[in-house]
T-cell receptor, first 117, second 112 residues
């Protein structure tokens, strides 16, 4: 299957700093990428949908100024957690879908474990 | 987000037995469904998918059943193995915007 690479796999940062997470589709072009957040023993919660070249669409309750998403190319989307606080500690996962094909499977990155101290 | 933030139910089975994992989806406009397997500390891994114009699809050791009347999905794993131990999620894509929304998930534990 297609490969989605997410980096870093884990990060520890101090409260108040910002952290950037990268999501790359390695062998296909992805016009749409999704960003999820997952707390322990819970499901994946969709944070935002990112379309290449346009602004991301955020889910209700997700602060767009805190979770900055950029999808500058067909193979790269980034999530920046700004002014991180301990409650932002979570597992963040991206996924990417084949270019131009809605309604097909999405491929997932390996996730990023963020710990804010 | 639209997924439910409840703690995961668990299913414990004996190695070699068949497993059935159930999922209720929320949106009657969803037209594509996927089952994912997630191991600890990793991203979800695709298992099998099914479109809304089907009610059954089979893969290798896995079968997905779709009941649109009651908005219910199930994943059947034949001859469950210890390596099948993981959390299983169903996900739906609706035909309005194409968002991939995850269901609650079930933690499968296989006893040798």
């Amino acid at each position: 299957g297609a490969v989605v690479s997410q980096h870093p796999s884990w990060v520890i940062c101090k409260s108040g700093t910002s952290v950037k997470i990268e999501c790359r589709s390695l062998d296909f072009q992805a016009t749409t990428m999704f960003w999820y957040r997952q707390f322990p023993k819970q499901s994946l919660m969709l944070m935002a949908t990112s379309n290449e070249g346009s602004k991301a669409t955020y889910e209700q309750g997700v602060e767009k100024d805190k979770f900055l998403i950029n999808h500058a190319s067909l193979t790269l989307s980034t999530l920046t957690v700004t002014s991180a606080h301990p409650e932002d500690s979570s597992f963040y996962i991206c996924s990417a879908r084949w270019s131009g094909r809605r309604g097909t499977e999405a491929f997932f990155g390996q996730g990023t474990r963020l710990t804010v101290v | 987000g639209e997924s439910v933030g409840l703690h995961l139910p668990t299913l414990s089975v004996q190695e070699g037995d068949n497993s059935i994992i159930n999922c209720a989806y929320s949106n009657s406009a969803s037209d594509y469904f996927i089952w994912y397997k997630q191991e600890s500390g990793k991203g979800p891994q695709f298992i099998i998918d099914i479109r809304s114009n089907m009610d059954k699809r089979q893969g290798q050791r896995v079968t997905v059943l779709l009941n649109k009347t009651v908005k219910h999905l199930s994943l059947q794993i034949a001859a469950t193995q210890p390596g099948d131990s993981a959390v299983y999620f169903c996900a739906e894509i609706n035909n309005q915007g194409g968002k991939l929304i995850f269901g609650q998930g079930t933690e499968l534990s296989v006893k040798p």
